[in-house]
T-cell receptor, first 115, second 112 residues
Framework: DVKVTQSSRYLVKRTGEKVFLECVQD?????MFWYRQDPGLGLRLIYF???????EKGDIPEGYSVSREKKERFSLILESASTNQTSMYLC??????????????FGSGTRLTVV | GESVGLHLPTLSVQEGDNSIINCAYS??????FIWYKQESGKGPQFIID?????DKRQGQRVTVLLNKTVKHLSLQIAATQPGDSAVYFC???????????FGKGTKLSVIP
């Protein structure tokens, strides 16, 4: 069964801490995405990556950075966590589109609380 | 900008009844649509998809209808069960894009 695995289900961090959220996929997908999900706002794209070492800003990149050193791993970094970054974070991946199937596979999510 | 939206934010149905969840999209160039189900505390799961060259696709207890004329997408769930209680999202991607645009979701509550 194909999977996108997020390393933590729940995290509690202090304001100002540097936070790493890890995501690994085993489907050899080229594309990987990080979203945050907040009540009433839906899914908002933070960053995405088309390939190793490539990254593109999404709609809300401020306060975040990403790293894609290997194809299967896409890390989201909160440089200095703030309380307004308390949210559910979702990682997703999809293939480049050779088969015209652009559906994402999502991870289970990481619920981050910044105190 | 282009967006995907939902007509109803919440829907309550009696167990055993059919459910219909609606979605309006605004990008006429979109050629691929997906419905996701998200249970509480979990990530979204793929339910069913449809390409723009179709107007109907059926799965197990679910049917997706696509009306390109009015840019409307619906998800029908037959004989709704308590396990169907979740938030349902529609998503689209524009022609040539591999990025999805998501609706905000409809919460489906099944009354036993």
């Amino acid at each position: 069964d194909v999977k996108v695995t997020q390393s933590s289900r729940y995290l509690v961090k202090r304001t100002g801490e540097k936070v790493f959220l890890e995501c690994v996929q085993d489907m050899d997908h080229e594309n990987m995405f990080w979203y945050r999900q907040d009540p009433g706002l839906g899914l908002r794209l933070i960053y995405f990556s088309y390939d190793v070492k490539m990254k593109e800003k999404g709609d809300i990149p401020e306060g975040y950075s990403v790293s894609r050193e290997k194809k299967e791993r896409f890390s989201l970094i909160l440089e200095s966590a703030s309380t307004n970054q308390t949210s559910m974070y979702l990682c997703a991946s999809n293939p480049l589109g050779q088969e015209k199937n652009y559906g994402y596979t999502f991870g289970s999510g990481t619920r981050l609380t910044v105190v | 900008g282009e967006s995907v939206g939902l007509h109803l934010p919440t829907l309550s149905v009696q167990e055993g009844d059919n459910s219909i969840i609606n979605c309006a999209y605004s990008n006429s160039a979109s050629d691929y649509f997906i419905w996701y189900k998200q249970e509480s505390g979990k990530g979204p799961q793929f339910i069913i998809d449809i390409r723009s060259n179709m107007d109907k696709r059926q799965g197990q207890r679910v049917t997706v209808l696509l009306n390109k004329t009015v840019k409307h997408l619906s998800l029908q769930i037959a004989a709704t069960q308590p396990g169907d209680s979740a938030v349902y999202f529609c998503a689209e991607n524009g022609a040539g894009s591999y990025q999805l645009t998501f609706g905000k979701g409809t919460k489906l509550s099944v009354i036993p």
